[in-house]
Nanobody, 128 residues
Framework: QVQLVESGGGLVQAGGSLRLACAASGRTFSSSAMGWFRQAPGKEREFVAGISASGVSTYYADSVKGRFTISRDNAKSTVYLQMNSLKPEDTAAYYC?????????????????????WGQGTQVTVSS
């Protein structure tokens, strides 16, 4: 069983930064790719960023590329999402998820059905 707990969300002005963290329990963290997704009210949950189990490979949605950075610390069983230059359209609940694979092609990271555990989410609100 894996539990994922997100933290770090909050209210920030446009142009500001936030760092999300996702702490994982269970023994499979270091062998699993991880992803961040987000869901705005009335919209589908969408892929934001993914990272392979080793941390060598990272992937981003076009909408956040160059502004967000995903990273992980396998010793702490934690994955991070550094969000800079935030925009009002980044407002959403952010979820971390554990992938069913350790590494894969870029297209796999964006598919929700490739993830077998999800956190409860943390709210990010960006004011204009």
């Amino acid at each position: 069983q894996v539990q994922l707990v997100e933290s770090g969300g909050g209210l920030v002005q446009a142009g500001g930064s936030l760092r999300l963290a996702c702490a994982a329990s269970g023994r499979t963290f270091s062998s699993s790719a991880m992803g961040w997704f987000r869901q705005a009210p009335g919209k589908e949950r969408e892929f934001v960023a993914g990272i392979s189990a080793s941390g060598v490979s990272t992937y981003y949605a076009d909408s956040v590329k160059g502004r967000f950075t995903i990273s992980r610390d396998n010793a702490k069983s934690t994955v991070y999402l550094q969000m800079n230059s935030l925009k009002p359209e980044d407002t959403a609940a952010y979820y971390c998820a554990k992938a069913s694979f350790s590494a894969a092609g870029s297209s796999s990271y964006g598919k929700r059905n490739e993830y077998d555990y999800w956190g409860q989410g943390t709210q990010v609100t960006v004011s204009s």
